[in-house]
């Protein structure tokens, strides 16, 4: 993840992705002007964007917390995430 100011940019948790037989990162960044939370592999040393997830309109109070937790479920490719205010998302692979 790219960002000019680092202090924003944080690791939520890695995965192992097993029907890509590779690690998954989670981070995420709290840049009040857009926060975001992405999905990256590792590919030849290098972190590769895999998926950016995104909040829907109704999502502004998830928005503004800071996730700090996630979980995969390897047999439906679908992500959890926890955030600060205690909101717990799911995050489908067809969504991703």
Known sequence: MRRKTTE???LIGTH???DLQQLILMSGSSCPDNPCLRISTIKKNKLKSFADLKFDQAGNRRKS???RSSCYD???N???TGNENGDVALWMASNL
């Open 65 to 67: 917390a800071i996730v």
């Open 74 to 76: 390897s047999l439906s």
């Open 78 to 80: 679908a992500i959890y």
């Open 8 to 10: 924003w940019i944080y």
């Open 16 to 18: 192992f992705k097993t």
